[in-house]
């Protein structure tokens, strides 16, 4: 028997709207609806009469506010932007004070910040929640990254943690099994309070970025493969089904194997040798690298991830360009089975330090925004759920647990310990791609990232030397104190001319 208020609602009934409120429907939960299109409304309830909690449909925001138990919560699953502020707006003029607004979008974090703070002065609270996973996550259980008012998400908490995608108390490892109106029982909840106002969606773009670098290194491993031996998809399909069994085992490795092994349904050919070389993006990627370049973090391969989604769109001229430009031409003629061993500790040992740039990352904007932020914790809800859901992960959680201040990955005990033994074979394969001219940016700057990081002391000092030279922008002594600045007086000859 339904009942006369619903626990929760949720505005938007795209792909991700409908799953995710089938989800809080088979935990149990009744769910109010409401989408600006009526007849979509309509439709998804009446597709769907028999859910554990019950779904309700709403024609209007009056009706869909007045359906909901005090105090309300409403998910917002609509188009980052514009499209959030105007539903936001709706709510908040209809919803009473100590109520509840969750932006389940890919919202940029200063946007949450600006609307928590906005929502705050009108006696409502909001929570911005990264929810990843894609359509199949939203359905079964996605990754949760809540952020906002404290106080507002223990009351939704109990929603989150039982949506939320589970993995096992012991490995780490997801469950299983989900099958509509069957979710998964017991296991740790992908899903923990992040931090206050923008915290969650910053954590969420950040995870955003993390997945381009790996989505690039994959498409790497994939082209140096098929460059330099000459394989054919099924072969590296083979090979990604059987790195996913070890330490580079993952949701991205294991849909890489099957896209690898999937035939074209029109032309028999492997399916992805008939794609189109252009890739689309989001624009969370490049976020990230905005605000690490913003924040002063080195974050260069998940730059070079997005930079390499940016050349791949301009297809007509890098086909006119090869045409025009030629490389080496040389050959690989070293042992098939050494090499694809390369290859696998080249991903794994760039994997490492593109996550340690994210971690970095969210270590200076903690900083920054003044959150109070657990990397273990957010390391242990990317486990499950989520689109760079990897064992890989539990190692990270395990670093974090045992050292909560880590300052870099690349300096625990275990991490330390994995580039040492496989960065010769790393090194091999960048070497490789160089000189036969196979493109591998994430791999290469990577390897910079490491070399730089290791370096206690790096060619800077020449080039502060050539600022102070053109600029007088001064420079420090390594004989004085950090922050005491000198200047030479250098000769006029060679110094720009200022145009009166």
């Known amino acids: 028997m339904a009942k006369t208020h619903s626990d929760i609602g949720l505005i938007g009934l795209a792909v991700m709207g409908q799953n995710l409120a089938l989800n809080i429907a088979d935990h149990g939960f009744q769910i109010s609806v409401y989408n600006r299109t009526t007849e979509k409304t309509d439709k998804f309830v009446a597709e769907n009469p028999h859910t554990p909690g019950g779904v ?22 609509v188009q980052a932007g514009k499209s959030t502020d105007a539903v936001i707006d709706g709510l908040a003029a209809l919803f009473e004070p100590g109520d509840i607004i969750i932006d389940g979008g890919n919202a940029l974090w ?19 929640s990264g929810v990843s996973g894609g359509e199949e996550g939203a359905r079964f259980g996605p990754a949760l990254m809540p ?22 108390a012991k490995t780490g490892k997801p469950l299983t099994g989900a099958s509509p109106g069957k979710p998964i029982v017991g296991g740790v909840p992908c899903a923990t309070y992040i931090g206050e106002n923008g915290a969650g969606h910053y954590v969420k773009m950040v995870h955003n970025g993390i997945e381009y670098g790996d989505m690039q290194m994959i498409c790497e491993a994939y082209a140096l493969m098929q460059g330099l031996l000459g394989l054919k998809a099924a072969e590296m399909g083979a090979i990604f089904s059987e790195w996913n069994t070890g330490a580079l085992d993952s949701f991205l ?9 999937q035939k074209d349904p029109a032309s028999r050919k492997a399916f992805v040798d008939v794609v189109l070389d252009t890739a689309g993006q989001k624009g969370t990627g490049k976020w990230t690298s905005t605000n690490a370049l913003d924040m002063g973090v080195p974050a260069p391969t998940i730059a070079e991830s997005v930079f390499a989604r940016c050349i791949s769109a301009i297809k007509e001229e890098r086909v006119a360009a090869s045409k025009i430009l030629k490389g080496p031409g040389k050959k ?23 996550y340690a740039q994210g971690f970095q990352l969210m270590r200076t904007a903690q900083k920054e925004y003044n959150w109070q932020l657990n990397f273990g914790e957010i390391a242990q809800i990317w486990r499950g759920g989520c689109i760079i859901r990897a064992a890989f992960l539990q190692k990270i959680t395990e670093a974090y647990a045992r050292n909560p201040g880590l300052a870099n990955l690349l300096l625990d005990p275990y991490f330390n310990k ?3 033994k496989a960065q010769q ?8 791609a160089a000189e036969c001219g196979v493109a591998a940016p994430t791999f290469s700057s990577a ?30 002594r390594l004989d004085q104190p950090r922050g005491k600045f000198f200047h030479i007086d250098w000769p006029e000859k060679n110094r720009p001319q200022l145009s009166m």
């Open 253 to 261: 490795i294991e849909i890489t194997a099957d896209i690898l092994k």
């Open 147 to 168: 952020g906002g008012d404290a106080a507002a998400y223990k009351e939704l908490a109990p929603v989150w943690n039982a949506v939320a995608a589970k993995v096992d």
């Open 418 to 420: 994995t580039v040492k």
């Open 56 to 77: 309700v449909g709403t024609k209007t925001l009056q009706e869909f506010v007045a359906s909901l138990s005090k105090p309300r919560k409403a998910i917002i699953l």
């Open 110 to 128: 200063t946007d949450t910040i600006r609307r928590e703070k906005a929502l705050k002065e009108k006696n409502l609270r909001f929570i911005g």
């Open 332 to 354: 690989y003629r070293g042992a098939k089975k050494a090499l694809i061993q390369a290859i696998h500790d080249a991903l794994y040992c760039s994997k490492i330090c593109s």
């Open 425 to 432: 074979n790393w090194r091999k394969v960048v070497s490789l």
């Open 447 to 476: 390897l910079s990232y490491y070399d730089s990081y290791r370096s206690a002391r790096l060619p800077a000092n020449l080039l502060q030397a050539q600022r102070d030279y053109f600029g007088a922008h001064t420079y420090e």
